[in-house]
């Protein structure tokens, strides 16, 4: 894509926790890397001690701003406040322990320049027994493998086929770029949900209801860096969640898209094969696909009774 990008301005809005301070230092450094940068960056902290010092070290390279509350668990109010505040036409949303690869909001910015109105979520790891070693900050672990997708090869991904059918069921909300209006047409995330997932999910679903498009975009990958999962905003009880997330299976009226650039695919893969497959950990004999070149675990698939698709994800789209 080679598409103008003068038009486009990011807010980018980081949310962070009690325990996140590290995952927050590491997030930073990546978006004051980025090679289009953010005009402003906005850290909403959900009641943690000790990052308004982690911001600090980043306010002379960032326009950045940070806002404390009560810790209450919530990540959607979080979200809202910072959307609220935002002062640019687009937004880009990252939960604090991603770490957006260098040209990912410049991969945003190409993109929504051309269609303003669709949702993009970036790919991002999310398979706990893949570990490795960051490509971009070497001492932070973090995990690679994007279960959304449920075979890796050389020439391309292959996504699972639910995520095709009913993509606000794989719409994870932690590396996501919307415009402002579209957003504030479904009033933000549901501040009933608390602690982990269901809202981002919700807010899926609200959107295609709406008649917006979501779809999945790999040039602005990103590192899902390990992090506690002892957490309070994780071990919340079913009762102290307050909303659960009703399942909607039903099929999209429009053609949902794995989206890349013929460079953006090139940085990904090059990464995976060369960097994550050579330093990581964790790739048992029993979480291995049929190819060998494509070490991913059982596709969420096969849960609902749907054949995974074994041709190769088109290039641009699918």
Known sequence: MNMNTSQIAFS????????????????LALLKRQLYP???????????????????????????????RENDCCVSKSRNLGAKMAQEEHLVFLDSDMLLNPHGLAAYAEYLHEFPEHV????????????????????????????????YNPQGLIPAQNMIRFPHEWAWSGNLAIKKTVYDSIAGF??????????????AWRLIQKNWQIHFFLDAWAEHQVHNREEKFHQLSQVQRNKEYEHQYE?????VQILH???????????????????G?????????????SPLPQSESGKNGLKSSKSPADPNAL
């Open 251 to 255: 099929k999209v009226n429009y053609k």
């Open 261 to 279: 650039s013929s460079e953006g695919w090139k940085r990904l893969k090059n990464t995976i094969f060369s960097h994550y497959l050579k330093t």
């Open 12 to 27: 980018v809005i980081v949310t962070t926790s009690p325990g996140r301070e590290q995952n927050l230092a590491a997030c």
């Open 281 to 293: 950990r964790g790739l048992s004999e029993r979480h291995q696909s049929q190819t060998k070149t």
């Open 38 to 68: 953010p005009l402003e960056v906005l850290v909403i902290d959900d009641g943690s001690s000790h990052a308004k010092e982690i911001c600090r070290k980043f306010e002379a390279d960032l326009n950045l701003s940070y806002f404390w």
């Open 190 to 203: 549901d501040q009933e949900y608390r602690g982990w997932g269901g809202e981002d999910l919700d807010f």
């Open 120 to 151: 993009l979520y970036g790919y991002f790891g999310y398979v706990h027994e893949y570990i490795a070693p960051s490509y971009f900050i070497g001492s932070r672990e973090v995990m690679w493998c994007d279960r959304r997708f449920e075979e």
